[in-house]
Nanobody, 128 residues
């Protein structure tokens, strides 16, 4: 059974940091493009970042550039989202998602329609 599990969310003060993890079970993440998305209450889901299957290409939403970093650890079959200088407007449920691409496919996309595997989400709350 293919499964993505997010973890690492929580409550943090403005200016703080969190590292989200997206662990895969049942499949090898090296053959998947990974995206991070978020959805705040009353708002549409938005793309935050993505990384190509071999890690050579990353993209970020303008709102998080310079503050968030996406990375992957093939040995741990996990993708991370390091979030620094967090702001109250970063408060949302964060989801990781994946779609299959075999071989070295140096692209990733910031639109959810590409992704067909989704995790359950992890809550991030930035508040003083």
């Amino acid at each position: 059974q293919l499964q993505l599990v997010e973890s690492g969310g929580g409550l943090v003060q403005p200016g703080g940091s969190l590292r989200l993890s997206c662990a895969a079970s049942g499949f090898t993440l090296a053959n998947y493009v990974i995206g991070w998305f978020r959805q705040a209450p009353g708002k549409e889901r938005e793309a935050v970042s993505c990384i190509s299957n071999r890690g050579g290409n990353t993209n970020y939403a303008d709102s998080v550039k310079g503050r968030f970093t996406i990375s992957r650890d093939y040995a741990k079959n996990t993708v991370y989202l390091q979030m620094n200088s967090l702001k109250p407007e970063d408060t949302a449920v964060y989801y990781c998602a994946a779609f299959f691409r075999e071989g070295n496919w140096p692209m990733c996309f910031m639109t959810s329609e590409w992704y067909n595997q989704w995790g359950q989400g992890t809550q991030v709350t930035v508040s003083s």
